[in-house]
């Protein structure tokens, strides 16, 4: 059974108790449910951007239906920003639909990218529950209809074809590491182990280092030689060490490669591979160089395209890296900031104080997250996404109490959420806008600008949509696309 069929029972299974209305938001795993919920003009559909708002308009629109309204989610954070309003429907006797998407049941406890504990999640507040995969029920008839109701829904992964075949082989010699998230203590021994594998590194900026010149002669870049090498000689790739968080980069997790895993946290972040408890002992059985000459090229080749396309997103992080001083701390937003900046940064000022809230790749929070973060005598410098920082427009609040710090918050003002504008169709999951951050920077007694200048300000860039579109275009023809 397809995702699209267990999308059109459950609707089915909605509209057969009475419900009309939806409130949808948007992410890759509840993709499924808004092309259903499209196909039947005759049921109202809103959509929002901010899950736990979501929540409490639809427990409005129950109590001014005085019948049942479904809210809807992705996984992760977004399934929890929904407690509030269920609380709140729980002890006014309201019945809400909570239906949160999920990830397939067998990468529960792995730590998979916004693969969270959801069942029971609201159990003390709700009276009928269930937990759905593909083939299974959907009825709700047991629902009395007098306090909340959650419905969790697995969901393959609607974009990627999962790899079944799992690799166990445990041995290898001819890897690609794959470094994410290090505690900073860590960082010396890991680059230790690394220069002396002299294996070629996907180094990302969590790592504390990507642009560690050490590692510069090992870098690689490119996920079109990445995946070619997975598949054929050369260097033929076949193994994949992953060290410190989980990776944001997708890649690693689609190749029918064994993947061995060396982290301080206890998640695989995929069903298959292993978790070392030591840094494995492994010598090279080819060298790498013919394929670390030819990263070098693809480098120039994509430090070209950014030149082409100079008011693109991937060109205006790049910038960014140039201007923000090395020694500054860096949060980067989930959605797109935190992919461009591992793509597009600058390898020659180093970086090392980078941080992401990686833990369930949530948009929730992140500017508060931020804020906790900033640390004096440095400036501080938060990358995020428009919507992202629609979710957190609160967390301002503190900034009087943080009167001595050197603080920006940049917002790449796209219009929307412009990650699924390349890999989904309906234009609705991006909810789209034509909103200006100006305002809000005068609300909270910001400096506004369009570029980075001294003082606590909230900068907002408008990249050039069209020169953002053809980078992609062109950068998908050149490279694969970045995940
Ligand atoms: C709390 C939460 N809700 C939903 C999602 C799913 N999601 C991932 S990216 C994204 C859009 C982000 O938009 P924006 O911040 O404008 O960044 P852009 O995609 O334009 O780079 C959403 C809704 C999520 N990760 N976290």
Sequence with gaps: MSHSLLAKRLVDAWEEIGIQEF??????????????????????????????????????????????????????????????ACMEAYYSGIALLLVTCDRPRRLRGTGAPQCAEQVGLFQSYVEFESDISEGEGCSLESWRQTFPAHQNVCFEDPLRAEVKDYPTQSQFS???????????????????????????????????????????????????????????????????????????????????????????????????GEMLTELPALSLSIS??????????????????????????????????????????????????????????????????????????????????????CRPDVLNVAIIGDLTALYDLAAFWVMPQLESLDIAVIVINNGGGKIFSRIFAEKELQNCHRLRYSSIAEFWGLSHSHQLTAG???????????????????????HCMAS
């Excluded at 929002?48 to 809210?71: D, I, M, N, T």
């Excluded at 100079?310 to 001083?325: N, T, Y």
């Excluded at 980078?354 to 929070?365: E, F, H, K, P, V």
């Design 288 to 373: 790498p160089e013919k394929w670390l000459k030819t990263e070098v090229l693809e480098r120039l080749r994509f430090l070209d395209l950014l030149k082409t396309y100079p008011d693109s997103e991937p060109a205006f992080v790049h910038h960014l890296s140039k201007e923000i001083p090395g020694n500054s701390f860096v949060y980067l937003g989930n959605s797109q900031p935190i992919r461009q900046w591992d793509l597009a940064a600058t390898h020659d000022t180093p970086h090392p104080n980078i941080a992401a809230s990686r833990g369930l790749n949530g948009i929730d929070g992140q500017i508060s997250t931020f804020l906790g973060m």
């Design 174 to 272: 001819s890897p690609l590491v794959i470094v994410s998230r290090l505690e900073r203590d860590q960082r010396a021994y890991i680059l230790k182990y690394l220069v002396d594998l002299g294996a070629p590194c996907y180094l990302e900026a969590t790592s504390g280092l990507r642009e560690h010149p050490s590692l510069a002669h090992l870098r690689v870049y490119s996920e079109k030689e990445i995946l070619e090498r997975a598949s054929e000689n050369g260097y033929p790739i076949d193994g994949i060490l992953r060290i410190g968080g989980v990776p944001t980069h997708s890649l690693w997790r689609g190749l029918s490669l064994p993947v061995r895993s060396y982290s301080s946290l206890p998640f695989k972040g995929i069903e298959h």
């Design 23 to 84: 409130v949808f938001c948007s992410g890759a795993r509840s993709y499924p449910l808004l092309v259903e919920l499209k196909k039947r003009a005759h049921l109202r559909l809103f959509t929002y951007p901010e899950e736990r708002s979501a929540a409490f308009f639809a427990l409005g629109r129950s109590r001014l239906q005085k019948q049942p309204v479904c809210v809807i989610t992705t996984s992760g954070t977004a399934a929890g920003e929904l407690l509030p």
């Design 456 to 478: 606590r300000q909230l900068i907002e860039f408008l990249p050039d949509v069209k020169q953002t579109e053809a980078f992609w275009d062109q950068y998908k023809s050149m």
